[in-house]
């Protein structure tokens, strides 16, 4: 079966801009997390989704926001970016969610702000 | 809130040699742990997970953990790593076993000299 989809791989944008990243779940999975990993944090938790719902969500300014669509695909919206927003993003698929079942993950979009 | 902490950040080992990297978290009920690993170019992916039962898990490719309630530790081991064990590993804790989101650690990268 098809595994998570990530669009784009790469993003470069200007400090000030915004970005949408797009993630595709395994078909059937309900539930699409988005991480943001950077050499120095590890892996940190931005936020879930599970059947159109926000249902957790990490530490993140308000900048950065989410949404998920009917068929469970999600975007990740981020605003007004600053250079420390550079890092690769991760969405996860799973079935009820990555707490409680396996996670696969995308290859990640890496977005670099200048 | 709960954390995740990996001691060693970087390992060099031989081939041929044994492997122990080290997990401890921070949260005193029910817990669902995993390991990840990411090898080079690809993707996270599943190594083995923890949710009940016998607290000694094997994963994939002759990996295996070892849940020490006592000690909130969940330590992964090999008897004898490969070079294509060279890969960075993430281990990562569910607080409470339910669907919510997992806490990852920094990870640790592992180097396997053939």
């Known amino acids: 079966k098809a595994g998570v989809t990530q669009t784009p791989r790469y993003l470069i944008k200007t400090r000030g801009q915004q970005v949408t990243l797009s993630c595709s779940p395994i078909?059937?999975?309900?539930?699409v997390s988005w991480y943001q990993q950077t050499p120095g944090q590890g892996l940190q938790f931005l936020f879930e989704y599970f059947s159109e719902t926000q249902r957790n969500k990490g530490n993140f300014p308000g900048r950065f926001s989410g949404r998920q669509f009917s068929n469970s695909r999600s975007e990740m919206n981020v605003s007004t970016l600053e250079l420390g927003d550079s890092a690769l993003y991760l969405c996860a698929s799973s079935l009820t969610g990555v707490g409680n079942t396996e996670a696969f993950f995308g290859q990640g979009t890496r977005l670099t702000v200048v | 809130a709960q954390s995740v902490s990996q001691h060693n950040h970087h390992v060099i080992l031989s081939e041929a040699a044994s492997l122990e990297l080290g997990c401890n978290y921070s949260y005193g009920g029910t817990v669902n742990l995993f390991w990840y690993v990411q090898y080079p170019g690809q993707h996270l992916q599943l190594l083995l997970k923890y949710f009940s039962g016998d607290p000694l898990v094997k994963g994939i490719k002759g990996f295996e953990a070892e849940f020490i309630k006592s000690k909130f530790s969940f330590n992964l081991r090999k008897p004898s790593v490969q070079w294509s064990d060279t890969a960075e590993y993430f281990c990562?804790?569910?607080?409470?076993?339910?669907?919510?989101?997992?806490?990852f650690g920094i990870g640790t990268k592992l180097q396997v000299i053939p």
């Open positions: 990562a804790v569910n607080a409470g076993g339910g669907y919510q989101k997992v806490t």
């Open positions: 078909s059937g999975h309900r539930s």
